[in-house]
């Protein structure tokens, strides 16, 4: 059975102080790993989709990695607005072609 | 405007009424999806539909029924509303043509049933 967790639960940082936020993951091979960033009261906002070990993207303070085991979102020199909960999403190829989500991360970045 | 957008945004209803959770798209995709938030629980896929004719049921349907009126618009209709079924609402939609099929999601609906 596909699963996913994620750790920390809650993260609180100063802005500036980097860190990473990991997703652990068991499938039945992968098709894709995904990490959305999701605001209070708001839907899952889509930041990256890696789809092999060693992949990296990068976007602004964020850069997402994979390996067969887990992926790690780091997050270099937070600023407040990077506040959110960071949610992690994998996809196998077996099955249907849902999104099957880890409970998140709750990121805090304090000025 | 919004690409995904659900209506309505919030909705207080009673045990037993029949509940109506709508979801267009401008993207022009021709998939959708509706996924339930629950604290502690994380996203959970209740339907999807890859397109007008094809239904298929997530890892939680029970309650809960769909209707794909066309490629744009996918509702999700709670027959019979009961408490445990207060949650976020999520709709979901993602392109066969495009090779990452990522899910880009709606704004979401807060249901309180009572």
């Known amino acids: 059975e596909d699963q996913v967790t994620q750790s920390p639960e809650a993260l609180r940082l100063q802005e500036g102080e980097s860190s990473s936020l990991n997703c652990s993951y068991t499938v039945s091979g992968l098709r894709g790993l995904f990490w959305y960033r999701q605001d209070p009261g708001k839907g899952p906002e889509f930041l990256f989709t890696?789809?092999?070990a060693g992949e990296e993207k990068e976007k602004e303070r964020l850069k997402a990695t994979l390996t067969k085991k887990e992926s790690f979102l780091h997050i270099t020199a937070p600023k407040p607005e990077d506040s959110a909960t960071y949610l992690c999403?994998?996809?196998?190829?077996?099955?249907?072609?849902?999104?099957?989500f880890g409970t998140g991360t709750r990121l805090t970045v304090i000025p | 405007d919004a690409d995904v957008t659900q209506t309505p945004r919030n909705r207080i209803t009673k045990t037993g009424k029949r509940i109506m959770l709508e979801c267009s798209q401008t993207k022009g995709h021709d998939r959708m999806y509706w996924y339930r938030q629950d604290p502690g629980l994380g996203l959970r896929l209740i339907y999807y539909s890859f397109d007008v004719k094809d239904i298929n049921k997530g890892e939680i349907s029970d309650g809960y029924s769909v209707s794909r009126q066309a490629q744009a618009k996918f509702s999700l209709s709670l027959e019979s509303a009961i408490p445990n079924q207060t949650a976020l609402y999520f709709c979901?939609?993602?392109?066969?043509?495009?090779?990452?099929?990522?899910?880009?999601f709606g704004p979401g609906t807060r249901l309180t049933v009572l």
């Open positions: 890696l789809y092999s």
């Open positions: 999403a994998v996809q196998g190829v077996a099955g249907a072609n849902n999104l099957f």
């Open positions: 979901a939609t993602s392109s066969k043509a495009v090779s990452t099929d990522t899910q880009y």
